[in-house]
């Protein structure tokens, strides 16, 4: 049995053989078969040692050679290629371009796959007798934990435990048992395996809360996870040591080489090549036959095997398949496709499937008929095909390349326009995408712009609703009651400021208001010019921008008085910014002025500057506190005449003692003193009230605001602010005439 | 094989018969309650699953249609094993396809002996008028083999519902008498799943004296 047939199988199965029983051995058979003179051996096939290593070493040359180009036919059928030499290079070339364009780039990935599982099968053989040291990596266990939390996140820990268990448990019998059984046995208690775990989840506590449904997709899972392990490990479940299923994929691979000119019509199939989708689904059909030897476990074998049945269903769409249509549809595919590892794929499956799954489940049946198919490949004969004998011994004899081209063509057109189809749909993502952003963007210029336009439409609702005369009339009636109030005072004060005159002058320049100083003499000129419309004005009386015109009296004393009053008014906001830095400058100031006035300024000028510090000053004690107004006026006076007399000296000593005195108060408390002040004050020049309408006119305020810039350069920011605020008083003036 | 872990009764039911008997319009008219004449639905019809509930017990079917071409007639073993029911199909209007259930009778019973349940349905009783097997004798073959017999269209939906009541039944009454022996049943269990390798390396055996 071993001698003729065996020495064209695989080594491995020669080493298989080896081991069994010799037979009874007959005189010549002990010599060499070699024919030399040597003595045979049985262990080394009856050659004599010489012999048999030769013989090995060819062999095993031989057997690589075959292993390493399984899929390729030129390989497989020497005798063939010799025969028509002329056409084995172009049987080469169509080939290996079939074998680039139809079978997909990850076909060739498993073609080296296959090469390596093969060699290092081969050499497990050889060491077959190791003892195995199998330790299952961690890598197993915890890739199960991430997929039972990820497809069962509704069971218990228990369950998972339980599960992992059984797997590792399983694993290691099977790894166990694996060279001591034969792999009928070995299937046999993998199926028991199941059997015991099925049992388990319906006995244990831990599963009574599980409903049927997921019991199985527990026992999937745990068929996937132990055997998706055990398939890596070489010759242990995938084509075990022990049975031929590498040679017979190879067998399968060369016969359905050979029958590569089968087409549509020799298996009764309506199948049309020039139809785009017909070659499209049996491309994807074909792509996810191949994809069968990728899979690991068993369970995504038979989905993938599924996945390709439903392809083909669609392919013969004519009727509402039957099984009729879906057989020879799928022996064509088979055909077309010509599967790596096609038995060894089969075998794994029947042998390590769950078996209940594998007889009644979709996949089951549709795997079934992936059997049928391959068993009826194997079968074919010209009966099976409806034609003649020899017809069909011509077609078998024929260089394998040739009957399939057409569809070889045709699928491989497929591959191209399916690359296509996958750039047109991402292109077309990518448009939409585009689009998208592109309409977002719009919408958003567009929402942009309807708030511009709300806020728009909003601030003219608003202004509409409250325009911007109203604030000023409510803060003036206050201002005009204010001062109407304090009528009384002012009239002190009116006579006392006449007296002190020369002595408050150095006293406020120092302060704050010096700036004011410059302004009101702006506005003196102004107000000399305008007294005749005061009168006028004067019945308006409510308005505080009136008050204040007319507060520059028509006396410089009063005008200065009034300037600063007003100024002070204003100031009152942004004093406690403004004020500090004029302070400090004022004393400088002081001098300036003083020194300015005698020399640049004409001499009225200088004693118009003179006044409104003493109104100023006035103002200040008057308000502050009336213990120190009772003791500078008293004072005052007499030192107002004298300062009249000499008016530099005493300025400045005067009015550095009345600061170190003042100092003690806040610039803020003094702002706040003459709000009060500036009340009094104006009501005063109610009294004098013809006076005022001459300031109504804005031109006062406008002229200070010029002079101040003027000034500015040389001491006064604080002036601006002061007449900053100015301007709005005069507005809500005009407005009301 | 036959029971889920549930106790849910998981029943495999192959449908034979020669091509163009009307196996696929039996099962479409079964699941679906539709017939097609002119083949129209893309619906596939070769693998159906029915879930019942006869007397209180959830019974889940799975019909397998198979290929009737002669061609494909040596691949009948791969389809059945392990199948606990089959439903022989034949034509009323064409004798062939009843010689053809008689043929599969005596093969099922040389492979799975009892442990299957025969029915045999006459069909396209539509087209009476071109009856060409007698009743008689379709009635008494079914007696002589232990097999129900039943008269169905597809068409008119006559006899179809009651065809798969009928095995349904049967096929729980057979598991449960197998089932009593228990102990014999485990270890059938087991005979079984033993063989589906054997059938399949019988298979390759032939392959290997190639």
Redesign the interface.
Known sequence: MWFGPNLQRSYKYMMFASKMPSLRIDQSDLKCKNGCDYFGNPQWQGYCSKCHREQMQRQRKAEKESSATLPKPEQKKPERGLRIPSHSSFSKFEEKRLRQSETLKKANLLKFSVFKKSSTDDHDHSAEKRPPEFKIPGIVNEGMKRDFRTRFPQLGPAVDRDSRLFVHSFIMDVIKCANVLSVDELSERVQRQYQRFMKHMDTSSHFANVEADTKELLMDFVEKHAMTYLHELPSVVFSPSGTDDERLDRAMSERIQQLSWVGERHLECKLDRNNPDCRQLLYKAISELLGMDSALSPGDKLSRVRRCCRHVLRLCSAAPASADDLLPALIFTVLKANPPRLVSNINFVTRFCNAQRLMTGEGGYYFTNLCCAVSFIENLTAESLNMDKKEFDCYMAMPASIGGSAWAAALSLCGAVREADEQRAHAQKLLTHTHNIHTRAEQLAANAQSFEEQIAKKVQDVLTKTPLEIKPRRELPRLGNLKEINTAPLIDLGTTTAQEEPQTKPEVTPEPLAATLLPTESTEPNITIQPETEPKLNILGFEVIERQSPSKSPQNLDQTWDLKQTSSLELLTPSPLGFTPFDSRSIDELMTPDEFGTDQLPPGLSNINYDIDLSDFSGDNSIAEEAPKSEPKDPFSPEALRKITTFDPFAPQTSKGFETALDSFDEFSFVDQRKQETDPFEVVHRGQDPFSPVELSKDPFFAPEKQSTSILDDNDTPATACLLPSPIQPQSSNKPT | ?AT???G?H?F?VVLLGE??VG??SLL?RYIEDKF?DK?L???????L?KRLNINGKRV?L?I??????E??H??GP??YR?SNGAILVYDITDEDSFGKVKNWVKELKKMLGSDIVLTIAGNKIDLEHERTVPLEEAESYANMVGAQHFYTSAKLNQGVEELFLDLTRTMIERYEQNAQTDVNRTSQV?VV??E???T??S??S???S?
């Open positions: 094989m889920a872990p549930s849910t998981n495999k091509g163009c196996k696929t479409l097609n083949h639905t893309t619906l596939q019809a070769t693998f699953n889940n799975s397998w249609d198979t290929a009737g071409q061609k494909f040596a691949l791969i389809y392990n087991v799943d033993d589906a390798p054997q399949q390396s298979c390759c032939g392959n290997r190639n």
